[in-house]
């Protein structure tokens, strides 16, 4: 099998079989482990860019298997699945190690709009020089945007949030996801500060453009549009 691989570690057969019909349909590669031992042993023996990692397994749990990784000096990004949903299993699995935690039962899109962020960071897209996505550019090391070639006058915060647009561009990205990797909050759900700098970012994404930029997908987050 070659390009990017992801390894899946996840005792439940009916469970493994969706996820893995999934990542077929978006052309992601996937090794499935049916046990904790068995993916331990696959994720010491071959590479992979992305490790989904189920919480409960009969075997050996989620979060042992994640510190046994880290131990052993395996960095790949890891996004955690679990019936676990609570803000405490959550940032517990965050503080672990997970890359990403999302609970179940969860929406298709969101699983691999997640998935494909955490294959972006592996291959190192995120970090490229400059990012481009339709009329937009950010350029990482001289933290400028710009739009149609205009500049846009961001904040040190708006530039960050922006450049997490387009790091992710075209993809629904949640208020907990932007709380986590924009703020480094892994969750205060009291907190307005998202929807503040999203409209303070939305207003000088916008302005002087006849087209909108930031959309509001309610009841999940917000997702960049290509300016054009």
């Known amino acids: ?50 490790i989904i990692l189920d919480r409960m397994l009969p075997d050996l749990d989620g979060l042992t298997i994640l510190s046994r990784l880290r131990e052993s000096g395996i960095g790949t990004p890891v996004l955690m699945l679990s019936a676990l ?25 969101e699983l691999l709009a997640r998935l494909r962020a955490l294959h972006r960071r592996a291959s190192g897209r995120a970090h490229s020089a400059v990012i481009l996505y339709g009329a937009f550019e950010c350029h990482v090391k001289a933290r400028t945007a710009f739009r149609n070639n205009c500049h846009l006058a961001l904040s040190p915060k708006e530039f960050e949030l922006f450049r997490y647009f387009m790091e992710n561009a075209g993809e629904v990205l949640t208020r907990e996801m932007l709380l986590r990797d924009v703020w480094k909050m892994n969750f205060d759900p009291q907190t307005n500060v998202v929807d503040v700098n999203i409209g303070r970012l939305r207003r000088k994404l916008e302005e002087g453009f006849d087209t909108p930029a930031l959309e509001t997908i309610w009841g999940s987050g917000y997702r960049l549009l290509d300016g054009r």
């Open 85 to 109: 949903g609570r803000t405490s299993d959550r940032a517990e699995g965050l503080d672990a190690g997970a890359d990403d935690y999302l609970a179940k039962p969860f929406e298709a899109p």
């Open 1 to 50: 099998m070659s390009g990017p691989k992801t390894l899946y570690i996840e005792d439940d057969v009916r469970a493994a079989t969706q996820v893995k019909e999934l990542a077929a349909q978006a052309g992601i590669p996937l090794v499935w482990a049916e046990s904790g031992q068995e993916g331990l042993k696959l994720a010491g023996f071959e590479h992979f860019d992305v």
